[in-house]
């Protein structure tokens, strides 16, 4: 049947399928019918005969493929190809983002629990200047203490520096009485 395959490719293919369906035999009927230009329609022995010349001479094959498909259906193979390469850079560029995830999640973690840290240590050196500035409140009121004991004693001071003062006159007078007195008890009659 060589003249049948020449005719298919010179086809132009109006597929349709009528199908009737029992539930019990499960049967399918389907019609299918090839428009030749010149109005012949090929039976289901006819389209069996033809597969298997097409299945006898691919290059055959390959120019009902050309005259069948469109342009667009015959650059799928292609074009799944080229999806294909750009599903497999997604795929890696995927992993490669996984992986960074995977390390800035590292990180981040680090950097919890590093601020944890830094928050604790924050709350430490809170309470140590806590405790100072209670200490420096409570040295502030001793020193305030002092400085009025301070005050107190030098008017002491000052009081007793009188008193010294009175009493070094009165010392230097009986300094001088008694040097009188040894004098005049030593040299008396001398003179």
Known sequence: MPGAG????AARVVVGHTGTHSLGRERFWWRFAFQYTGGMALTIDDMREWLAILREHPEWREAVRREVLSEELLGLPDLVRQNGVEIREMKESIFALRDSFVAMKDVVAQNSAD????????????????????????????????????ATLTIRLDALVGVVTRLDGRLGSLDGRFTEMDWSRNFQGRF
């Open 6 to 9: 020449i005719m298919v490719l």
């Open 115 to 150: 601020i944890r840290q830094n928050s604790a240590d924050i709350q430490a050196l809170k309470d140590v200047v806590a405790q100072n500035s209670a200490d420096i409140e409570a040295l502030t009121e001793i020193l305030e203490k002092n400085t009025a004991s301070i």
